[in-house]
C-alpha cells in the first residue's frame, strides 16, 4: 500500500482569512490526502509542533496579511530545530512576486498566489514527494 | 539511540515517527511495539464518543486544562473519518485543541479511520501505547462523530464518556443498543443551546439498565465552549478511574 500523503495546512498571525485555505485543504482531501487543518491565527510554536506531532509531509502556509517575510523564516527555523526540515514547505494567498525569491532562499519550495488553479497544487506536492522521496 | 529510546525519553517526533509507521506499515512495526510493550505500565484511557457536532473535542480541550493543572501530561489521539472515495480525509479535530499545542506536556494525533468501521482506526490502539511510552499519564481517544453502533471505543478506554446534546431524539432513541450502553458518564453538552430536561430524563430511564458492578452511569451537564460544568465533569472521570482499579491492558482488538 502506498504511504498516505499527510499535509498540514496552517494560517499563521493575525490573519482571519480563512477561505483559500479551505478551498485548498477540502482539493487535498480529495485528492487522497490526509490533511490537518489548524483553524486560523496561529503562532508559529503551534504550527511546527502540530507539524512534528501529525508527521506530515508537507506543510501549507495561507497567509494574506502582509507579514509572511516575518512569520515564514520563523516557522521555517523552528522546524529544522525541532527536526522538521524534510517536510516540504509552500506557501500561498497575496505575496508579492518581488518576495518570493527571499521565500524560496530560506526553504519555501513553492508559492501559489491568486487564481492557482488546485490541480497545480496537488500535482506539486505529488510530484515533489515522489521526487525527492525524502518524506519519513 | 533507537526510536523505542527515543519516545521513552519523551522525544515528539519519534514517537510521532512511529504512529505513522504503524498506519502505514502496520506488520513492520510490530517488533517495535513488541520491544515498547514491554517498557510501559498502562495508563487511564479516556474514551470520548457521541455524535458529530455536540463537542467531543471542545470538552476534550476543557478536560486538558485540568490535567495540566495537575502537571500529568495528556496524550490526545482524535480520529476523523476518511473518505470512501478517495481515501483522504480532513483531520479538524485539533482546531479546538490547538491552545495546547505550545504545551510540551501535550501531544495531539489526529488519525483517519482509513476504512476501519466502529469509531476508531486500525492504529489506534498501538497508538495508545505509543503515547504512554511518551510519557502520557492519560490517554484520551476522540472517536469519529458516531449514530448508534460504533463501539469499538469500549475495547480501548478504561472510561468511556457518551456525549450528547439537546435535540437528540425521543425515548425510544434511547432504548436502543449501541453507543447508549457503554456509557460510564453521560454528559449533556450545550446545555445552553435547548431544552435538556427530555434528554435527561430519556437518560435517567436507560440508565438503571446500564448498572453494573456498582458504578451508576452519571450525568453531568456541560457548557464547554464556556468552561462550565468542566469541574464536575473532571471529578468523575477521576471517580472512575479510581472504580476502575489498575487500567487494563490496552490489547483487545489490536493484534493483527
Redesign the interface.
Same mark, same amino acid.
Given at each position: @500500500?502506498r !504511504? !498516505?500523503i499527510?499535509v498540514l495546512i496552517a494560517k499563521p498571525g493575525l490573519d482571519g482569512h480563512d477561505r483559500g485555505a479551505k478551498v485548498v *485543504?477540502?482539493a487535498?482531501?480529495? *485528492?487522497? @490526502? $490526509?490533511? %490537518?487543518? &489548524?483553524?486560523i491565527r /496561529? &503562532?508559529a $510554536? /503551534?504550527i511546527v509542533? &502540530?507539524a %512534528? /506531532? $501529525?508527521?506530515v509531509d508537507c506543510l501549507g502556509l495561507s497567509i494574506l496579511s502582509g507579514a509572511h517575510l516575518k512569520l515564514f523564516p520563523k516557522i521555517v527555523k523552528l522546524l529544522k530545530k525541532?527536526?522538521?526540515k524534510n517536510i516540504l514547505i509552500f506557501g500561498g494567498g497575496i505575496i508579492p512576486s518581488e518576495d518570493i525569491p527571499e521565500l524560496k532562499s530560506m526553504g519555501v519550495s513553492k508559492i501559489f498566489g491568486p487564481g492557482t488553479k488546485t490541480q497545480g497544487i496537488i500535482d506539486f506536492i505529488k510530484t515533489q514527494i515522489d521526487a525527492d522521496g525524502k518524506r519519513? | 539511540m533507537g526510536l523505542i529510546e527515543k519516545i521513552l525519553q519523551g522525544d515528539q517526533k519519534a514517537a510521532a515517527k512511529l504512529i505513522s509507521k504503524i498506519e502505514d506499515e502496520p506488520t513492520s512495526a510490530l517488533e517495535e511495539l513488541k520491544v515498547l510493550k514491554e517498557r510501559i505500565v498502562p495508563v487511564h484511557t479516556l474514551g470520548i464518543t457521541g455524535p458529530p457536532g455536540v463537542g467531543k473535542s471542545t470538552l476534550i480541550a476543557r478536560l486538558i486544562e485540568r490535567y495540566r493543572e495537575k502537571n500529568k501530561k495528556v496524550g490526545v489521539l482524535a480520529i476523523d473519518p476518511s473518505s470512501p472515495f478517495t481515501g483522504g480525509a480532513l483531520l479538524g479535530d485539533r482546531i479546538r485543541m490547538q491552545m495546547h499545542s505550545p504545551d510540551e506536556g501535550v501531544f495531539i494525533r489526529s488519525m483517519a479511520t482509513r476504512g476501519q468501521l466502529g469509531g476508531l482506526s486500525r492504529a489506534t490502539a498501538k497508538a495508545v501505547k505509543v503515547l504512554t511510552g511518551w510519557g502520557a499519564d492519560v490517554v484520551v481517544v476522540e472517536t469519529v462523530g458516531v449514530g448508534q453502533d460504533e463501539v469499538e471505543v469500549m475495547r480501548v478506554a478504561d472510561t468511556i464518556v457518551v456525549v450528547l446534546s439537546p435535540g437528540l431524539g425521543d425515548d425510544i432513541q434511547m432504548m436502543k443498543a449501541g453507543i447508549l450502553e457503554i456509557g460510564d458518564i453521560f454528559v449533556i453538552n450545550k446545555i445552553d443551546q435547548g431544552e435538556t430536561g427530555h434528554l435527561e430524563r430519556n437518560l435517567e430511564l436507560v440508565r438503571p439498565g446500564r448498572e453494573r458492578e456498582g458504578w451508576v452511569p452519571a450525568i453531568i451537564k456541560t457548557i464547554a465552549v464556556k468552561g462550565s460544568g468542566i469541574d464536575e465533569l473532571h471529578q468523575k472521570i477521576e471517580e472512575h478511574r479510581k472504580y476502575c482499579g489498575k487500567p487494563r491492558e490496552v490489547e483487545r482488538a489490536d493484534e493483527d
Open positions: @500500500m !504511504k !498516505k499527510r *485543504a477540502r487535498l482531501r480529495d *485528492a487522497g @490526502m $490526509e490533511v %490537518i487543518y &489548524t483553524g /496561529q &503562532t $510554536e /503551534q509542533n &502540530t %512534528i /506531532q $501529525e508527521d525541532r527536526g522538521g519519513r | -
